[in-house]
């Protein structure tokens, strides 16, 4: 029999402006008056961020914002946060934005009241503890991060993503409203939500996996697959981006609660050397993974193919995995999702930084064929010549 354990103590209000209604959530997890706000310049700048900060203000809370995040978040913009944090004596955080708001703002909550760097806890050289309360109001449907334990965050002096995972890091309460998706603009709609597909196919393979997981990943890929096109047409289409924030949360229960693996660990070594968004990290490097890790659970990947409806019931597993892999591969191209060789900076002399950066990635161990540094570069190279 296996073993696994699954734990998700995360409050979840779904629904078309609630995040208006923000203090009615917060009252009774009593996180204090005052609250560091976290977001990033283009959520502020599209306007979201304010009404919630009226909200809050309205309700008693006193409000510090902090926006100075990038798309792949730094450790020197958390420990600029976790400063002011401190400084002002804040008690909580409230992430509003993408995964980069929400890793940040986990990240904050940690460093805030204990001081340190991300990578002091991440090499184990401090203990997780005493971590502010965090609240996520996601603005993509993408990284999940408002159910999971994690946070990735760049380390700027070596390129390398360090992921904070730790069962305190979950936030508290999720507050999901579509409404506030609408104005993602396309690319980065396309992005995140190729970003939880692939959440929910690692999670769902790894080795890491639970049946609980498989449950979520198993809807998540359904719900991504049939409603990121309609959302990626029509933004404003409410029932496919409350899909699609529906699908991320389900990926990232899935996830969050076992692991990712290789594609995840070839995308964050390219978003740590180029700033390469990570979903479209993710997207360029799925299909030579997929066609890679098949070879170790022929009946489990062809039971991916059918759940992503990419192959009939009725297929044979190898005819129903090569139909997968054309039919990711299609998927992303409608999505406008760029190659690898066409990326900003992306370099084959990088190549042997990138596998190394890859390999040295915790989730490795997670994938579900065993991978060495031989394979990473076959992989890389075979997705830098897809064109």
């Not at 904050?108 to 609240?135: E, F, H, K, M, W």
């Not at 190729?194 to 690692?202: F, K």
């Amino acid at each position: 029999m296996q073993s696994y354990s699954y734990f998700c103590p995360v409050r979840i209000e779904m629904g078309s402006g609630k995040a208006g209604r923000l203090p009615e959530w917060l009252q009774p997890l009593r996180i204090g008056s005052s609250v560091m706000l976290v977001s990033d310049p283009g959520v502020v700048k599209a306007g979201l961020t304010a009404p919630i900060e009226a909200a809050l203000e309205a309700a008693g809370y006193w409000v510090v914002r902090f926006d100075a995040l990038s798309p792949n978040p730094r450790d020197t913009e958390c420990l600029a946060g976790a400063r002011l944090f401190a400084e002002q004596g804040m008690e909580a955080v409230v992430a509003v934005g993408g995964g980069s708001a929400m890793d940040t703002g986990k990240a904050i909550a940690l460093l805030g009241p204990n001081g340190g760097t991300p990578s002091d806890y991440c090499d184990g050289r401090r203990p997780y503890a005493s971590i502010a309360p965090v609240v996520c109001i996601p603005t993509t449907a993408g990284t999940g991060s408002e159910v999971t334990r994690s946070a990735v965050i760049t380390e700027s002096s070596t390129h390398r993503k360090l992921t904070l995972k730790h069962a305190s890091l979950r936030p508290l309460l999720a507050v999901l409203d579509p409404t506030l998706t609408y104005t993602v603009p396309k690319p980065v709609t396309a992005a995140t939500g190729v970003d939880a597909l692939v959440h929910a196919i690692e999670g769902y393979t790894c080795r890491a996996t639970n049946p609980i997981s498989q449950a979520m990943g198993a809807r998540a890929m359904q719900t991504i697959v049939s409603a990121l096109p309609v959302a990626y047409r029509d933004p404003e289409h409410e029932q496919a981006r409350s899909r699609m924030l529906e699908g991320s949360l389900l990926a990232g229960l899935c996830f969050g609660s076992s692991d990712v693996a290789a594609v995840h660990c070839l995308a964050e070594a390219l978003g740590g050397l180029y700033d390469t968004p990570h979903g479209v990290a993710n997207a360029v490097f799925l299909p030579q993974v997929l066609q890679f890790n098949s070879g170790e659970n022929k009946p489990m990947h062809a039971d991916l193919a059918r759940l992503m409806r990419f192959a009939e019931e009725t297929d044979r597993d190898e005819t129903a995995i090569d139909k997968m892999i054309v039919g990711i591969r299609e998927f992303t191209r409608a999505l406008e999702i760029p190659k690898l060789r066409s990326l900003p900076g992306v370099r084959q002399a990088d190549f042997p930084r990138i596998v190394e950066l890859a390999s040295q990635n915790s989730s490795t161990a997670s994938n579900i064929r065993p991978i060495d540094t031989r394979d990473y570069m076959q992989i890389l190279q075979r997705t830098y010549d897809d064109i």
